[in-house]
Antibody, heavy 121, light 107 residues
Framework: QVQLVQSGAEVKKPGASVKVSCKASGYTFTSYGISWVRQAPGQGLEWMGWISAYNGNTNYAQKLQGRVTMTTDTSTSTAYMELRSLRSDDTAVYYC??????????????WGQGTLVTVSS | EIVLTQSPATLSLSPGERATLSCRASQSVSSYLAWYQQKPGQAPRLLIYDASNRATGIPARFSGSGSGTDFTLTISSLEPEDFAVYYCQQRSNWLFTFGPGTKVDIK
């Protein structure tokens, strides 16, 4: 069965960086893209970006351009999301999610359990 | 960036009633519109993709319709487990966006 297992909670100071991992299993990793979505406490869902696990192509939300980098390691079937220059409003639960099918980038059928990133001085 | 608006923000209904949720896009997204359900403390769950197709394992009481800029999610008869927040999301270009959500709560 498809599983996405994310790394554990992080506490960071303003200005620092965080790197969250998402280990995939139960399918051919390079056949599907992965999106990263975050949710601030009590708020809605915010799409952060998408990466092709096949060739590493990325698309990032405009508001995060320059601060976010998404990568994959095909040898370990793991996707990563790094966010730099952290601010207090980056405090959120960060999710990775897999495309539902090869032809449907952006339909997010499988989700990780979420990683809480807290930014506080 | 395509902006999605959802209405109403909150829908208060009783079990067994019909729920109708709306999602409007700032420009056409063709049929590239999905709906997700999220319960407290859980990751979202894909309900509907491409405007009207139910995802695997989703009960038939959930249905989606629409194209272009106006979309609807209908829950024909609310079950107790359906009280949750519902988000629409577009994937018509390579900058996907979510709507702000509609909370369906118990009246």
């Amino acid at each position: 069965q498809v599983q996405l297992v994310q790394s554990g909670a992080e506490v960071k100071k303003p200005g620092a960086s965080v790197k969250v991992s998402c280990k995939a299993s139960g399918y051919t990793f390079t056949s599907y893209g992965i999106s990263w979505v975050r949710q601030a406490p009590g708020q809605g869902l915010e799409w952060m970006g998408w990466i092709s696990a096949y060739n590493g192509n990325t698309n990032y939300a405009q508001k995060l351009q320059g601060r976010v980098t998404m990568t994959t390691d095909t040898s370990t079937s793991t996707a990563y999301m790094e966010l730099r220059s952290l601010r207090s409003d980056d405090t959120a639960v960060y999710y990775c999610a897999r495309d539902s099918s090869i032809a449907a980038a952006g339909d997010l059928a499988y989700w990780g359990q979420g990683t809480l990133v807290t930014v506080s001085s | 960036e395509i902006v999605l608006t959802q209405s109403p923000a909150t829908l208060s209904l009783s079990p067994g009633e019909r729920a109708t949720l709306s999602c409007r896009a700032s420009q056409s997204v063709s049929s590239y519109l999905a709906w997700y359900q999220q319960k407290p403390g859980q990751a979202p769950r894909l309900l509907i993709y491409d405007a009207s197709n139910r995802a695997t394992g989703i009960p038939a009481r959930f249905s989606g319709s629409g194209s272009g800029t106006d979309f609807t999610l209908t829950i024909s008869s609310l079950e107790p487990e359906d009280f949750a927040v519902y988000y629409c999301q577009q994937r018509s270009n390579w900058l996907f966006t979510f709507g702000p959500g509609t909370k369906v709560d118990i009246k």
